[in-house]
């Protein structure tokens, strides 16, 4: 359906056809972020509006619907300012923002299909993210005392992000969101036995970003652009295992203990793989606050990554998982719900309750509450009655035997439809359709953790100066 005459422009809208798709007769609407040009032939990397950023992809321009095409709405002109048009009122900090931006560079050349002004932002973002390499991390501003910026609040108008700020999880912030970073990088990452087709940009070094197929070492999760080099790094390896103190192992699944501080460089390559996982989380430095706990599988070979969640070390607002992660060649298998039930157990023996760093994604939030509400469930239903009136628990109980927040309790009743007021007071209600679906979910759930094999003592880290 594609009109060569029209030219087709970042920005613009216009109905795609979706790869794989089953019904061909619905054409999602999407919105063109790059354009390039590969011998001759247009390439469009293309957002599908209503859909998760991990089905964005490059199409062709037979999937375009150009009939149907929208053109990008045009900016409000502003008065200029020193030689160069503002979309809002100058300020000192705005002069040097445009300053730095509008440096000279190669503008009769596009590299990996990106516009010259688009790469040298990717550059200067790709060099403040990088520029203490053993100092990387995944973090969260909220987790130490500090307000996350809005949209609103942000001066990201420019396109360039801000300098990051030195703390430590991956969390939400789209102060970074240009057009390069909204785009992924990295086609295809072989892992051990599996290949992996990221979802989402990470900020691996620029020079990775135009192979076919990223390798990385399965044990120590080092980087490498060919086979050859992999398996020249193998032989000098020594890692079977994740660094750190394995605290848990039952059959072939074990989870390992990993501390930001002593083994940054470690965990500066879990928290590139896992950006390429996680879109609703930035890139931040300083591994030290954060412990890292990595599941894996067993076998002749060695420990096999699956998943990971990070926490930090003292959390002001009782996070208990910062972010978490299960590998795609993982999911779907129950693992999600094993790592979300290790971290309860940890707050279990801390004594604590605890809830997720906000905001989940979609796929997390789905899991949480799957988790949330088995685990309810499981509680309410093993209550017994005592002298024939009906068994009694209170929001608080629930909390103290789970070790799940309150507000994650009511939330998750609320959620379930089981809150109702009946003469005077609030009762739970289980329907039978509630029993059954339960009864149907823990006969799947074969994965549980044993407390008897958790080997784990809580340290306090408010006692050991800078962790």
């Known amino acids: 359906m ?14 795609v056809l979706r ?13 063109i972020l790059s354009v390039k040009d590969i011998l001759g032939k247009k390439l469009y990397y293309v957002h599908y509006i209503d859909f998760n950023k991990r089905l964005d992809e490059w199409v062709t321009p037979d999937r375009l619907d150009i009939k149907k095409l929208q053109f990008p709405k045009k900016e409000a002109k502003t008065p200029m300012k020193d030689g160069l048009p503002g979309s809002r009122p100058s300020s000192p900090e705005r002069d040097v923002v445009r300053e730095s931006t509008l440096q000279p560079c190669c503008a009769s050349r596009r590299r990996n299909g990106i516009p010259p002004l688009q790469w040298q932002r990717y550059t200067e973002y790709h060099m403040q993210l990088f ?72 900020p691996y ?10 390798y990385l070492c399965e044990f120590c999760l080092k980087y490498l652009k060919s086979l050859k080099c992999l398996q020249r790094h193998l032989t000098k ?51 030290d606050p954060f412990l890292f706990y990595v599941m894996t599988e067993y076998d002749s070979k060695g420990f096999h990554i699956v998943g990971y969640f990070s926490k930090e070390k003292e959390s002001t607002e009782d996070y208990n998982v910062a972010c978490i992660l299960t590998l795609p060649p993982y999911q779907r298998r129950g693992y999600g719900k094993l790592l979300i039930e290790f971290s309860y157990e940890l707050s279990k023996v801390e004594g604590k309750t605890g809830t997720p760093e906000k905001p989940l994604s979609d796929l997390g939030l789905l899991s949480y509450r799957s988790y949330w509400s088995q685990t309810i469930l499981e509680i309410l239903m093993d209550l017994k009655s005592e002298n024939g009136e009906r068994p009694q628990i209170t929001i608080n109980e629930i909390s103290e035997i789970t070790s799940v927040k309150k507000e994650d309790v009511i ?16 009762i739970l209600t289980l329907s039978e359709d509630i ?26 880290w408010s006692k050991r100066g800078k962790w």
């Open 131 to 202: 520029s203490n390499l053993h100092h990387v991390q995944t973090a969260s501003a909220t987790s130490r005392g500090k307000t996350l910026p809005t949209p609103d609040s942000q001066d990201s108008s420019d396109g360039i992000p801000s300098a990051p700020r030195m703390t430590g999880s991956l969390v939400s912030d789209r102060s970074h969101d240009d057009i390069v970073t909204r785009m992924k990088n990295i086609d295809c990452i072989e892992l051990g036995r599996h290949r992996l087709k990221p979802w989402y940009f990470s």
């Open 435 to 460: 029993v059954e679906g339960h009864e149907r979910a823990m006969q799947k759930r074969h994965l549980r953790i044993d407390p008897k094999c958790l080997h784990f003592t809580p340290k306090d």
């Open 237 to 287: 390896c020594n890692l079977r295992h994740p660094p750190g103190n394995e605290i848990y192992r039952k059959g072939t699944i074990s989870f390992f203990e990993i501390d930001g501080r002593k083994n940054k460089a470690y965990s500066q390559n879990l928290c590139l793989l896992a950006k390429c996982f996680l879109d609703h989380k930035t890139l931040y430095y300083d591994t």
């Open 2 to 15: 594609a009109d060569h005459s029209v030219e087709i422009t970042e920005g613009c809208r216009l109905p």
């Open 19 to 31: 790869k794989n798709q089953v019904n061909e007769d619905e054409w999602p609407l999407a919105e």
């Open 205 to 214: 070094p620029q020079e990775l970003t135009s192979l076919l197929i990223l």
């Open 411 to 426: 939330s998750t009743l609320q959620y379930l439809n089981l809150i109702n007021y009946y003469k005077g007071q609030y």
